[in-house]
């Protein structure tokens, strides 16, 4: 194998896996395995890895949280790039995160935002570097915020705060961090099970909203290391440019407000009640993106497609938008999903696109 030979001690230093299971890593809970994935820790690892990935001709996979994909069943002749290492949140330039508020220092999980320790980084829940930072060190980002009108409230200067987080993290770390220190702004994301490498990938969603308002730039790896603006992410529905030029993302400059914990906490239980609605069971979500505005799952109801099935992939009678694997075979979510695009496009004419992303061979 290719990587047995490299000499490079950074690559031979990151930390990989042998016999990956896609079963373990992925929310459809199926799909076979690939000799080797690899778990950069660190910027320097995941760009040293995809560059020599990238020069040793050999097919290779980015999963993040792994839960919008579909991989096949077998022997996946590639290898796999898993971002969950990649889990640093920084504070590149910030404002006073709740300087008369007590709950900005969060003790209890080493993390430490005080009027006078408001810039840091955080990777695992611990503070890992912290410079100085006071409101005089607001600059261009948080002007490039204004200029280019991420979102419609009406943030001034000071509400602003600009976080830097690794394509790896977890919305539900850094909504938990969020909660802690007083952050709002991303409160609808609550409930998606998806690391900010895979959200912005996918422009991923909720309640209305798409992660694209609140990002400043994305910090990629292509060969080299490239910053996008917003505007060169060009973010559309289920879209971004990270899907047609193939790169790993490394990291992601989102803005936040600053906003009480209290009513954070609040936001993020609510969104979280609100999606307790959607069916449970191992699923990548919604499966197919929707038509011109109209909702997929309306249109494969209106096909009487709820509940139809193939071997262990069922159609929810919830959401019918949601294939729910009961079983261990990718090959059989597969034929449903082939099966519920073939069904629609008899009777409606319509072509549905999937939203779920395929890893390997599918016939
Ligand atoms: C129960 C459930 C509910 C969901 N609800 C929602 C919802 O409300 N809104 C919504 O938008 N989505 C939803 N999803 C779908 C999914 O969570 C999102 O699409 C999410 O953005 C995928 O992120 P991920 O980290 O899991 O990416 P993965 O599934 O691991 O990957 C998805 C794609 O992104 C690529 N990718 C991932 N990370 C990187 C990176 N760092 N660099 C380059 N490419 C990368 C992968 O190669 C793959 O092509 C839901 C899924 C489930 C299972």
Do not use: W
């Amino acid at each position: 194998m290719a990587f047995e030979n490299f000499d490079n001690d950074l690559i031979s230093g990151i930390k990989s896996r042998k016999n990956f299971s896609f079963s373990a890593f992925t929310t459809y809970g199926c799909g076979g395995y690939a000799d080797r994935a690899f778990f950069p820790q660190t910027e320097a690892e995941a760009c040293a890895l995809y560059s020599h990935i990238l020069k040793s001709g050999k097919k290779f996979c980015i999963l993040g949280c792994g839960s919008d994909v579909l991989a096949q069943d077998g022997y996946y002749d590639g290898y796999v790039i898993c971002t969950c290492g990649m889990n640093r949140i920084s504070f590149p330039q910030c404002t006073e995160l709740n300087p008369s508020n007590e709950s900005a220092n969060v003790s209890d999980q080493n993390v430490f935002l005080s009027s006078k320790e408001s810039e840091g980084s955080i990777s695992d829940g611990k503070i890992i570097s912290k410079n100085s930072c006071a409101k005089k060190t607001r600059g261009n980002d948080t002007d490039n915020y204004r200029a280019s009108e991420l979102n419609k409230t009406d943030l001034n200067k000071s509400d602003c705060v600009i976080l830097e987080v690794g394509g790896g993290v977890r919305v539900s770390d850094l909504l938990n961090l969020c909660k802690k220190i007083g952050l709002g702004g991303l409160e609808f994301l609550a409930g998606i099970p998806a690391s900010f490498g895979g959200l912005v990938y996918m422009n991923g969603g909720a309640d209305g909203k798409s992660i694209s308002e609140n990002v400043l730039s994305v910090r990629i790896f292509d060969g080299e290391i490239k910053t996008l603006t917003r505007e060169e992410c060009n973010f559309t529905y289920k879209h971004s440019t990270m899907r047609d030029i193939k790169c790993l993302i490394l990291s992601v400059k989102l803005i936040v407000r600053r906003e009480n914990p209290l009513n954070v906490a609040q936001n993020i239980k609510n969104r979280l009640k609100e999606r307790g609605a959607l069916p449970s069971g191992r699923s990548c979500g919604c499966v197919f993106e929707n038509y011109c505005g109209v909702s997929a799952g309306k249109i494969i109801e209106s096909a009487d497609l709820k509940g139809a099935r193939i071997g262990g992939a069922v159609v929810s009678e919830k959401h019918a938008n949601f294939i729910i694997n009961r079983g261990t075979s990718s090959a059989d979510v597969y034929a449903l999903i082939r099966y519920v695009k073939e069904q629609v496009y008899k009777k409606f004419g319509i072509t549905l696109k999937e939203e779920v992303c395929y890893i390997g061979e599918f016939e």
